[in-house]
């Protein structure tokens, strides 16, 4: 949950954050609106240009400034990391990951404005996709980012996370240990 200032600036209520979106300039937690299947899924399926995200906190990865907004539109090629955060264990990717006994351990590095590395557990080479229907994004197990301000309250989330939804073509480097 985070605090949604009310109009008055004095009193706060209570918002339900279901989605987490990292770009390279903005953490963005709140609901992606009109969600009719996992983020993953979605996500891989996006047709139109921009994500409609309510009740929308956005962190600034550079600057900590913190902007809390009724609505906010997501350029979606800008997104970088993802993750749903109700009802985790339902997510089609954690559920072939946690099935599939081999796994690889993996870095992958951001090197855009603000450079950052997501490190965890992937199904064997998921970021190398090929053919007419080719992923973009990849799931990674119980991710570790590096390079942020988690230490930031509203960035702490960060360091919480079950799995991340990696986009494979914004990462500059993978080293795979596999």
Same mark, same amino acid.
């Given at each position: 949950?985070?605090?949604?200032?009310?109009?008055?600036?004095?009193?706060?209520?209570?918002?339900?954050?279901?989605?987490?979106?990292?770009?390279?300039?903005?953490?963005?937690?709140? %609901? =992606?609106?009109?969600?009719? *299947?996992?983020? +993953?899924?979605?996500?891989?399926?996006?047709?139109? !240009?921009?994500?409609? /995200?309510?009740?929308?906190?956005?962190?600034?990865?550079?600057?900590?400034?913190v902007?809390?907004?009724?609505?906010?539109?997501?350029?979606?090629?800008?997104?970088?990391?993802?993750?749903?955060?109700?009802?985790?264990?339902?997510?089609?990717?954690?559920? %072939? =990951?946690?099935?599939?006994? *081999?796994?690889? +351990?993996?870095?992958?590095?951001?090197?855009?404005? !603000?450079?950052?590395? /997501?490190?965890?557990?992937?199904?064997?080479?998921a970021?190398?996709?090929?053919?007419?229907?080719?992923?973009?994004?990849?799931?990674?197990?119980?991710?570790?980012?590096?390079?942020?301000?988690l230490?930031?309250?509203?960035?702490?989330?960060?360091?919480?996370?079950?799995?991340?939804?990696?986009?494979?073509?914004?990462?500059?480097?993978?080293?795979?240990?596999?």
């Amino acid at each position: 949950m985070s605090q949604h200032p009310e109009n008055s600036g004095s009193v706060a209520t209570p918002v339900f954050v279901e989605d987490l979106f990292l770009t390279e300039m903005f953490l963005i937690k709140g %609901r =992606l609106l009109n969600k009719q *299947k996992r983020l +993953t899924n979605l996500l891989e399926d996006y047709v139109h !240009t921009f994500l409609s /995200v309510r009740d929308a906190t956005l962190v600034s990865l550079r600057s900590k400034e913190v902007i809390r907004t009724p609505s906010v539109m997501v350029n979606v090629d800008r997104v970088i990391l993802a993750h749903e955060l109700v009802d985790v264990a339902g997510d089609e990717g954690m559920r %072939r =990951l946690a099935a599939n006994e *081999k796994s690889a +351990t993996i870095r992958a590095f951001y090197s855009g404005v !603000t450079q950052f590395e /997501v490190s965890g557990q992937i199904e064997p080479a998921a970021y190398e996709s090929h053919g007419p229907r080719a992923a973009k994004y990849f799931i990674m197990q119980k991710p570790v980012v590096r390079g942020l301000d988690l230490g930031h309250p509203e960035m702490a989330l960060l360091k919480s996370l079950d799995y991340a939804i990696v986009r494979s073509d914004r990462m500059a480097y993978i080293y795979d240990f596999s």
